[in-house]
């Protein structure tokens, strides 16, 4: 550990390793895209239309990305708010994912919109304050920036400001709140959005209760984001880590547990949609195959897994339930996006994302791998600095 | 086969109310199911 409390990497100093030229190559071809998507406009790199105005970059790296991202408020609401402190080893990591989750949504966002110079526009120039997309504009930039704050304690201890330390620690449960009722209010506006659309979304998936699955579902994905990204960085940033695997497997426990619960909830509501809208016959269809595929398997399933491993004290089966949870929210995300939207449509209507679309998209997933690295590396965000042991 | 409004949500309503129920009688059996060895450690 040097003077500011960061830990050097076995790796570093090492350019050329297969990651690095990996994502590295990936990056220098999202930014040549970007720079064409700028200059020549939507047609030129993406297969957007009239028909299918939406595709991946709103679809993965705004709603997916959103929901991934959930983390955040949920850690620091169990540790600050209902004073479960022994979680406090898994808030900063959340908080550092949910802030670069937010930061990259942003990005797609503006490069999906274009102009960004606009992007004030909803808040200075023309608010629609009876939009969905008006409040989730506002939430999304108030909860970064209140991500932002949460997670500067760590960028101040390793600067040494101890100042600007004691001063946003000391509003710590305000912003903890903030941040929760923002979540409470965007990530159910995501799915409130398809409300306008009975026509155009399947009916399994379009439901009144969208809002509600959107917000429960977030829950759950940002507790097995929290599991599985610290799987990740016990495995790669090992040397970094303070707290024991013992430790470690029983905080996993505990989260799955939480996960659980919110699981069978989630599934719950999705059967009480079915009902309320009678819509059991449907299940019969391809379409019903697909949506039972999400349901059963994404959601009743993991349900099921994370319970077996809490009960059996079988932390890697959680982790690999936490995996299939994040797949099918992404699965759930892009279903309601893009799959089962305007399915209706003939085949060769039908929107399918251009390699474009998807190499931009890779390319925001790699760059939130190398500043959460590059932070990572630096900042005491999976262990405490020495200075300021027990502070936060 | 529905005719009226009134019957579509009659029958809709009494399926999602006994729905209701035997979820929350399942959640009861989820936690016992979290918690069952937890109390014998």
Partial sequence: MNGNG????????????????????????????VLLRFAKGLGATTNLSHTNPWGLWIGFDVMTGVALAAGGYV???????????EYKPVVRPAILTGFLGYALVVVGLIVDLGRPWRLP????????????????????????????????????????????????????IALTIFGLILSTLHQSTLGAMYLVTPTKLHPLWYSPYLP??????????????????????????????????????????????????VLAIYFATKVLGLAQGDKWRLLATPMGLWFLLEVVGFVLLPCFLFALGVRDRRAGLVRFTALLV?????????????FAFN?????????????????VT??????????????????????EHPDYKGMH | MYHTLQEFMHHTKGVSYVLGGLFLLAFIGLWLFLVGREDRR
């Fill in chain 1, 6 to 33: 960061a830990f050097s990497s076995p790796s570093a100093g090492r350019v050329l390793t297969p990651f690095n030229l990996v994502t590295g190559i990936i990056l220098l071809g999202g930014a040549a895209i």
């Fill in chain 1, 75 to 85: 850690t620091s609401s169990a540790v600050y708010l209902f004073g479960l402190k």
């Fill in chain 1, 121 to 172: 526009y909803p808040f200075v120039v023309q608010a629609g304050p009876t939009s969905a997309l008006f409040e989730i504009a506002l939430c999304v930039a108030l909860y970064l920036a209140t991500l932002f704050v949460e997670f500067t304690p760590a960028a101040f201890e390793w600067l040494g400001w101890r100042r600007w330390r004691k001063a946003v620690g000391a509003m710590t």
């Fill in chain 1, 212 to 261: 509600v699955h959107f917000f429960i579902s977030s829950a759950a994905t940002g507790l097995s984001m929290v599991i599985f990204e610290g799987m990740l960085s016990h495995r790669i940033f090992n040397h970094q880590v303070e707290v024991s695997h013992e430790a470690f497997d029983r905080l996993t426990l505990g989260l799955a547990k939480a996960a659980s619960i």
């Fill in chain 1, 326 to 338: 994040v797949v099918g929210v992404i699965l759930n995300r892009l279903n309601v996006s893009i």
């Fill in chain 1, 343 to 359: 399915w209706t449509l003939p085949a060769e209507e039908r929107y399918v994302p251009h390699w474009m679309e998807v190499w």
């Fill in chain 1, 362 to 383: 890779l390319s925001l997933v790699a760059a939130g791998l190398w500043a959460f690295r590059w932070i990572v590396n630096r900042m005491p965000i999976l262990h």
